[in-house]
């Protein structure tokens, strides 16, 4: 026990800095700290195995859901699936899975060839007020599919029609991430891989309703773009992906413009409001993979997950600013390699997903 407790305390130090000496002395407006959770989620049953985890979301109810790729397992992952088998371990978990708090497996569904479409590469995962799950995926000809709380398939928002591009009303391109405005009956779509815009549909019955570009644009491009430069002046344009799209309780949408490593701020109608710059030398696939805001009532915080340099960033939600930085590349808890997305419950903690080689979901507990 005693070995335990002192690892935590190092993970803790590792992941979050020196931890608090007491929670309730830390001020209102104190920026918050985590605490990796090394024992969350538990062990999987029946011989699963995860892939890469490309989307997390908490529901209503504080339940965690996770999207990751059964398609990705190595063939040293997924002996057990051969037949005969090849090695005792391990069988693909199925695609969606959801967890309680403490890391309890409370329920698992999805998958191609179950009498509905499937995604031929998962990518994004959301949970809206009714309890459905909004799953999509970044493969050419993948679009966004509703289910319900147990799998039953609802709805397909795009159609995979032929049509192509960023001004494309039936069509989505790739796309990567969406959220649900439940008074509104909308979703928005970060679209995404292939297109570079935020478009927004009825949630109900799948029309289209609108779309916008970088700054505001209603005629996003697909031109050939140059490689981001630090040096040069602000892209006009997204650039691909547009990787996450959020909305904020004062009626704003936030979007990750992953490569440009820049968040934009709109208002619901698309019109421009203000752009964050994050980890601006960042060349590699981009620093703003995704972002959540924190769970006070004002949201005075932005998380952002930084795929590419490893780690989780705090910001002002009002001016920006870099408040805290945690995490690096590593394999050990509180560490990250690709941290793809990143989601919060309604005490504050912190869940994030991992792709590439990193293939896990972590939890980190908020401490003040």
């Known amino acids: 026990m005693t070995f335990r407790l002192a690892s935590l305390a190092v993970l803790a130090a590792i992941a979050c800095g020196p931890a608090p000496a007491s929670a309730q002395s830390a001020k209102p407006d104190a920026t918050p700290r985590f605490e990796p959770q090394p024992f ?4 999987l049953p029946e011989n699963w195995i995860l892939g890469q985890v490309s989307g997390i979301a908490v529901d209503k109810n504080d339940h965690i859901w996770i999207v990751h790729r059964p398609a990705t397992l190595l063939d040293d992952e997924k002996g057990a699936q051969a037949n005969p088998p090849a090695t005792k371990c391990c069988v693909a978990a199925p695609p969606v899975l959801k967890f309680d708090t403490e890391g309890n497996l409370l329920g698992s569904w999805g998958g ?5 479409a499937w995604m031929k590469n998962e990518h994004g995962i959301h949970v809206d007020a009714s309890g459905n799950v909004w799953v999509g995926g970044n493969n050419e000809g993948d679009q966004i599919l509703q289910f319900s709380p147990e799998g039953k398939f609802i709805l397909q928002v795009g159609q995979d029609d032929g049509t192509k591009g960023s001004m494309s009303t039936t069509r989505l391109g790739r796309p990567a991430h969406m959220v649900t405005d439940d008074a509104a009956n909308e979703v928005y779509v970060a679209d995404g ?5 935020v478009v927004v549909f009825d949630s109900k019955s799948g029309a289209y309703k609108r779309h916008w570009g970088a700054g505001g644009a209603k005629t996003p491009h697909d031109d050939k773009l140059a490689a981001y430069d630090p040096k040069a002046q602000p892209s006009p344009s997204f650039h691909n992906p547009v990787h996450c799209v959020r909305l904020s ?9 992953r490569t440009n490593n820049r968040i934009q701020v709109f208002r619901k109608d698309g019109s421009y409001v203000k752009e964050f710059k994050v980890e601006a030398q960042t060349l590699q696939n981009g620093a703003v993979w995704d972002l959540v805001l924190s769970e006070d009532p004002q949201q005075r915080f932005i998380f952002m997950a930084d795929g590419a340099n490893g780690q989780i960033v705090t910001l002002s939600r009002e001016t920006g600013a870099v408040l805290t930085q945690w995490g690096r590349h590593g394999r050990q808890p509180g560490q990250f390699k690709w941290v793809h997305n990143i989601a919060i419950d309604s005490k504050g903690n912190l869940y994030t997903a991992e792709v590439g080689f990193g293939r896990r979901a972590q939890k980190f507990r908020r401490l003040e």
């Open 193 to 197: 891989y292939g297109n570079r815009r």
């Open 112 to 116: 191609a060839n179950k009498g509905h």
């Open 249 to 257: 309780n004062d009626g704003l949408v936030y979007v990750c413009d």
């Open 40 to 43: 969350w989620p538990k062990p």
